[in-house]
């Protein structure tokens, strides 16, 4: 009898739960799909050599971002989460020269190492880097608006927080994209049961609001991409 292999066990990120993409899928998608050019992986070491956290933005994630971008043609953006420069190059990258990012980042030592980031991928003049407090920078922002979409990236806890201060300054037909959203898998629980983790638990519970209100707003028309770590998608309509 032939034997029947054993199903893999799924790899395990940085808050202990497995992904959610199967991984011969995942294989599948990375290799197609996803290749990760020069740019970006030398992002990645920078960020390593800085010492900053592996917390960049998946690959395909990034990719899904980028292609999304580029069919809306979507120009004006802003981003709350900068580290290292990885999903600003792909952001920047897709809104093309004559389109400008406005990214946040809280601490200013990423922020140098993004700007860096920048300037090697050549993206620097359509990107400013704002250094500080995304909800006073998000403030400051706001006279400029409004803007095609926000990319949020941040402090999971504060999501519905960004949302705020999205829902007011982006267009008609503009976007909100968020990452995470799937909670590191532990979106579908409730809160109060990750009881070992406080912060996760914060983490997950503005999570599960910043998906809930725009699955529910009938000013949008919002998605979540089954990816490994979930991408929410909400275009404005009204």
Do not use: C
């Not at 497995?18 to 960020?47: C, I, M, S, W």
């Not at 990719?63 to 990885?86: C, N, P, Q, S």
């Not at 090697?120 to 909800?135: F, L, M, N, Q």
């Amino acid at each position: 009898m032939a034997q029947t292999s054993q199903m893999q066990q799924p790899k395990q990120n940085i808050y202990g739960a497995g992904h959610l993409l199967e991984e011969n899928l995942e294989a599948y998608t990375a290799t197609t799909f996803q290749p990760v050019d020069d740019v970006l992986k030398e992002v990645v070491d920078r960020a390593a050599r800085n010492q900053l956290p592996p917390l960049h933005v998946d690959s395909l994630d990034g990719l899904t971002l980028e292609v999304v971008i580029r069919m809306a043609g979507y120009k004006k953006m802003v981003e709350v989460g900068t580290l290292a420069g990885y999903s600003g190059i792909q952001i920047a990258r897709a809104i093309g020269p004559d389109g400008h990012l406005h990214t946040i980042e809280v601490i200013p030592q990423f922020a140098e190492v993004a700007k860096e980031s920048f300037r090697k991928a050549g993206v620097e003049d359509r990107v400013t880097v704002h250094v500080g407090s995304a909800a006073e920078v998000l403030q400051r922002l706001s006279k400029l608006g409004p803007f095609d979409a926000v990319f949020i990236d941040a402090d999971k806890e504060n999501y519905p927080v960004y949302l705020d201060w999205a829902e007011e300054n982006i267009r008609v037909g503009g976007a909100v994209f968020a990452d995470n959203t799937f909670g590191f898998g532990h979106v579908w629980r409730e809160a109060d049961t990750i009881v070992d983790n406080p912060k996760l638990r914060g983490q997950v519970a503005g999570l599960r609001k910043i998906n809930a209100r725009l699955a529910n707003n009938p000013n949008y028309r919002a998605t979540i991409l089954p990816t490994n770590q979930g991408l929410t998608m909400a275009v404005r309509l009204k």
